[in-house]
């Protein structure tokens, strides 16, 4: 198996991978918690972090786990409305070529931008989000999440809850958990249902008190409007009443089961403030901690890559 020098996406991704890099990214949380650094590893090294989505903890994140390896981190921001999509993307390939960029991490509206922007780089790109499709580091980040709380990925069952069709960490999450041995269920209305989702051999529900039924793991998802061409949902009131976390809702999952939420909330749209501000129920929080040990893992795997293909 040949490493790969990107990160695009966790489709095709093996368990031996993302078990590797869930245990780096877990010595890495154990080192943030320590307050120490790692500033020689990336020293030297330059970190592009390139959004032409708004980004508040991906963009942030990347950006504190460049700088506590040591990286050189510059951010630029793109408004997405302004690009005309190849052109400027190719363009800006070789601006960031003639940089001498060594780790681009890219987010995009459209589905497969950074796979493009990986044929026309010399650095390693980093998937930060691209339309629909995956969101990588954000499914680690996740799953370093429920394995320190679990111990384990394997025989779980996590209901991904709301707006699926629109979500990248959807499927990115779909992706790793069943990879890693844990069954997903899918629970939101037909109109935010991906198609074929059955077809991947996940449980879909319409009906969220018999979705949440006995599951370890309750991930919701943030209502994705600026995604929608047309009126899926009548409105949010109907929908928190069909499809909003809270804590009777809850009540139908296992008695220790978690909540997760990638942000940024809808609060009382999809998820009750009793319900995400709880400290025993809800992981969010430290969702947001793992992200920037998640990346650092990232960074260091890929960047040692980098340096040996020079
Ligand atoms: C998500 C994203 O941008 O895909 N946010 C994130 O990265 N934490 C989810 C969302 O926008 O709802």
């Known amino acids: ?10 489709e095709g991704m093996y368990p031996p991978e993302i078990g590797q890099l869930l245990d780096l990214a877990e010595s890495y949380a154990l ?3 320590s307050g120490k650094t790692q500033r020689d590893l990336l020293r030297g090294r330059t ?3 390139l959004f032409f989505e708004d980004s508040t903890r991906t963009r942030t994140s990347f950006e504190l786990a460049g700088k506590r390896l040591g990286a050189d981190v510059i951010n630029m921001s793109v408004s997405a409305s302004s690009v005309n999509k190849g052109e400027t993307l190719l363009d800006t390939a070789a601006t960031l070529n003639a940089m001498q960029c060594d780790l681009l991490v890219v987010r995009h509206d459209q589905s497969g931008a950074p796979a493009l922007l990986a044929q026309k780089v010399d650095a390693a790109v980093i998937n930060a989000g691209d339309g629909t499709h995956e969101h990588p580091t954000q499914a680690l980040l996740d799953a370093l999440t ?3 709380r679990r111990g384990r990925l394997d025989g779980l069952t996590v209901a991904i809850c709301g707006d699926i069709a629109h979500s990248r960490v959807a499927r990115s999450n779909i992706y790793l958990l069943t990879t890693m041995g844990a069954a997903v269920r899918l629970v939101g209305p037909p109109t935010l249902m991906p198609a074929g989702a059955e077809r991947l051999g996940l449980q879909v529900f319409h009906d969220m008190d018999a979705g949440l039924e006995g599951v370890d793991i309750v991930m919701m998802l943030r209502l994705q409007r600026e995604r929608m061409t047309r009126g899926l949902v009548p409105s949010a009131r109907e929908f928190f009443r069909f499809y909003g976390l809270d804590a009777a809702r809850l009540a139908r999952a ?9 942000g940024p ?3 009382g749209v999809e998820i009750d ?4 501000d709880d400290p025993a129920r809800s992981l969010i929080r430290e969702q947001v901690e793992m992200g920037v040990a998640v990346r650092m893992a990232v960074l260091d795997v890929l960047g040692r890559r980098q340096i040996r293909n020079v």
């Open 273 to 276: 403030s009793a319900v995400a």
């Open 31 to 33: 080192l943030n918690r």
């Open 254 to 262: 296992r008695p220790d089961a978690l909540v997760m939420h990638p």
């Open 146 to 148: 429920i394995r320190r």
């Open 47 to 49: 970190l592009i972090n």
């Open 265 to 267: 909330m809808n609060r």
């Open 1 to 10: 198996m040949q490493p790969q020098r990107h990160l695009l996406a966790i």
